[in-house]
């Protein structure tokens, strides 16, 4: 069975750092596209950053420029750096690996506030 497990949210002042890291468990983690995905109060989940085997990204608008998504296969780790912060960087963060079933991580708190 398939698990990932987010890690390194927390609070953070505007303009601040930080890392996310997800531990995927359980398959073939290089085969894997993988993604990072955000939930705000009262709004859908929407896409943040992807990730392909081989390394090609891709961005939302509201991020590109201020954050990289980076992966590696040796550690089965996907990360999310996040740089210059904004309060509508709030959110649940999720970690996401497609494949014929899509996997979800349980999710971190990323709260961007002074």
């Known amino acids: 069975q398939v698990q990932l497990v987010e890690s390194g949210g927390g609070l953070v002042q505007p303009g601040g750092s930080l890392r996310l890291s997800c531990a995927v468990s359980?398959?073939?983690?290089?085969?894997?596209?993988m993604g990072w995905y955000r939930q705000a109060p009262g709004k859908q989940r929407e896409s943040v950053a992807t990730?392909?085997?081989?390394?090609?990204?891709n961005y939302a608008g509201s991020v590109k420029g201020r954050f990289t998504i980076s992966r590696d296969n040796a550690k089965n780790t996907v990360y999310l750096q996040m740089n210059r912060l904004k309060p509508e960087d709030t959110a649940v963060y999720y970690c996401?690996?497609?494949?014929?079933?899509?996997?979800w991580g349980q999710g971190t708190q990323v709260t961007v506030s002074s």
């Open positions: 996401k690996a497609f494949g014929s079933t899509d996997y």
């Open positions: 990730i392909t085997s081989g390394g090609s990204t």
């Open positions: 359980g398959s073939i983690f290089s085969r894997y596209v």
